[in-house]
C-alpha cells in the first residue's frame, strides 16, 4: 500500500502534466492567430498598394508602370494565364495550382485561328 503523500504526488503530476499541456495548446493557437493576422494586414497593404497604382494607369495608352502591379506572369499554356500581384518571390508556390481572383476571358486571332484565352490574378503576399 502507497502513503498518502506518495498518492498525492502523483495527482499533483498529473494536474500539472494536465495544465502544462491545456497552456502549450493555447500558446500554438495563440501563435496561428497572429499569424494570421500579419498575413491579413499584409494583405490589405498589398491591396491598397495595388489600386493606388492601378489608379495611376492610364486607361488609354501604353503605361509601363503595370510592370509595377503584376510582377510575373504563370503561362500554363497559351490559353491559360495568371498573373501575380504582390511579392515576386514565387518559390513557394504551386505556380499550376494557383486560386485565380477576378477570372475573365479574351480571345485572341493567332494566324486565322481565334483562341479564348482564360487569365485571372493571384495576390502573393
Known amino acids: 500500500m ?3 503523500s506518495d498518492k498525492h504526488n502523483d495527482a499533483y503530476k498529473a494536474l500539472s502534466d494536465e495544465i502544462t499541456g491545456q ?4 500558446m500554438n493557437e495563440k501563435e496561428i492567430l497572429e499569424n494570421r493576422l500579419l498575413t491579413h494586414q499584409n494583405n490589405e497593404k498589398l491591396l491598397k498598394e495595388s489600386m493606388e497604382i492601378v489608379d495611376k494607369l492610364s486607361m488609354t495608352e501604353y503605361d509601363p508602370n503595370f510592370k509595377k502591379l503584376f510582377k510575373k506572369v504563370v503561362i500554363k499554356s497559351r490559353t491559360d494565364l495568371t498573373f501575380i500581384i ?7 508556390l504551386d505556380l499550376l495550382n494557383l486560386p485565380k481572383a477576378f477570372n475573365s476571358k479574351y480571345q485572341i486571332k493567332v494566324r486565322a485561328q481565334l483562341y479564348n484565352v ?6 502573393n503576399s
Request: aromatic letters at 16%; a negative charge.
Open 2 to 4: 502507497q502513503p498518502i
Open 23 to 26: 497552456i502549450e495548446n493555447l
Open 86 to 92: 504582390g511579392n515576386e518571390n514565387v518559390s513557394d
Open 118 to 123: 482564360d487569365f485571372g490574378v493571384y495576390f
